[in-house]
């Protein structure tokens, strides 16, 4: 592998629907890179299924808002609605990097912005589908959402598309393998430049 060992900061958001998960979990399965995906913190319960440490960091209240005050987040936000608190944790990044690992960070646009204000040599990737258009239907097909919820996540993806031009690098997700080809692409090109 060409590039050393340095570390690399990725920073991955789009709207919700837009597929970044599903885009995401084949680019970690195709790609040759060292990729260590970054766990986040959050003071919400742990789901069913979820263990600490590896889907979330499940931190009480008191806690993130502790580590918050200390300085030891490189980025967290409040998510509306839900009252609960999400956030990338400095050391999380730093152990990574050190690792030489190329950490990826999946956030919204909120914290991405925090994010490369603090790193701006981040690889930044925008996943974005072609049409708004196309995400609701998308959106319309899952069928687990109301008519109201729908027209929130819409009116918040219109939000988070404006951002876009803030990327180094937008793919759109109308097919999945040409998305997971134009990201593993984006990154061995990235690791190829000095």
């Not at 991955?12 to 195709?30: C, I, L, N, Q, Y």
Request: with cysteine; proline share 5%; charged share 30%.
């Amino acid at each position: 592998m060409s590039g050393g060992n340095a570390g690399r900061l990725v920073v991955v958001s789009g709207p919700s629907g837009a597929g970044k998960t599903t885009v995401m979990r084949e680019v970690f399965r195709r790609s040759r890179l060292p990729l260590k995906a970054s766990v986040s913190a959050t003071t919400r319960l742990p789901r069913p299924g979820e263990t600490d440490g590896i889907d979330y960091y499940f931190l009480t209240p008191e806690e993130f808002h502790r580590r918050r005050h200390q300085g030891d987040f490189l980025e967290c936000f409040e998510v509306f609605g839900g009252g609960h608190w999400y956030g990338t944790l400095h050391s999380e990044v730093e152990h990574g990097l050190a690792e030489g690992k190329w950490v990826v960070l999946e956030i919204d646009v909120q914290g991405a912005m925090k994010v490369m204000e603090h790193h701006p040599d981040a690889i930044s990737i925008f996943i974005r589908p072609s049409t708004l258009a196309v995400l609701e239907q998308r959106l319309r097909n899952r069928g687990t959402e109301s008519e109201d919820a729908i027209r929130k996540r819409l009116a918040r993806a219109e939000y988070e598309m404006s951002f876009a031009p803030r990327y180094r690098y937008q793919v759109v997700n109308d097919d999945l393998q040409r998305a997971v080809d134009e990201i593993c692409y984006i990154l061995e090109k990235e690791n190829k430049q000095p």
